[in-house]
Nanobody, 124 residues
Framework: VQLQASGGGLEQAGGSLRLSCAAS????????VGWFRQAPGKEREFVAA????????YYADSVKGRFTISRDNAKNTVYLQMHSLKPEDTAVYYCAADVFGYRRTSKESDYAYWGQGTLVTVSS
């Protein structure tokens, strides 16, 4: 599975961005997908996850109510809509795929495939 994350950029605090994760190489609709982020000097952390059907979704407390994860299996793409951005959201955002599509796990070790990351910078 190849994953391509895109949509990052520079945004002011309070603004919005939408990240995309495009997948190829395997039946996308069978995979669960998660978003993670890594801020400068910090460990990578979980952001959100969605199961294969889009019914089961899980958010980190830090983004709940501001970020929305969704997927379009016809387009082999998962999205992360980010609203009310804060400077602390600044990080490289990664998408990852879990072959156990029923899950929506926050554990990095559950994800077998990772994209290259896209940088989100939020200015105050």
């Amino acid at each position: 599975v190849q994953l391509q994350a895109s949509g990052g950029g520079l945004e002011q605090a309070g603004g919005s961005l939408r990240l995309s994760c495009a997948a190829s190489g395997r039946t996308f609709s069978s995979l669960a997908v998660g978003w993670f982020r890594q801020a400068p000097g910090k460990e990578r952390e979980f952001v959100a996850a969605i199961n294969w059907s889009g019914v089961n979704i899980y958010y980190a407390d830090s983004v709940k109510g501001r970020f929305t994860i969704s997927r379009d299996n016809a387009k082999n793409t998962v999205y992360l809509q980010m609203h009310s951005l804060k400077p602390e959201d600044t990080a490289v955002y990664y998408c990852a795929a879990d072959v156990f599509g029923y899950r929506r796990t926050s554990k990095e070790s559950d994800y077998a495939y990772w994209g290259q990351g896209t940088l989100v910078t939020v200015s105050s």
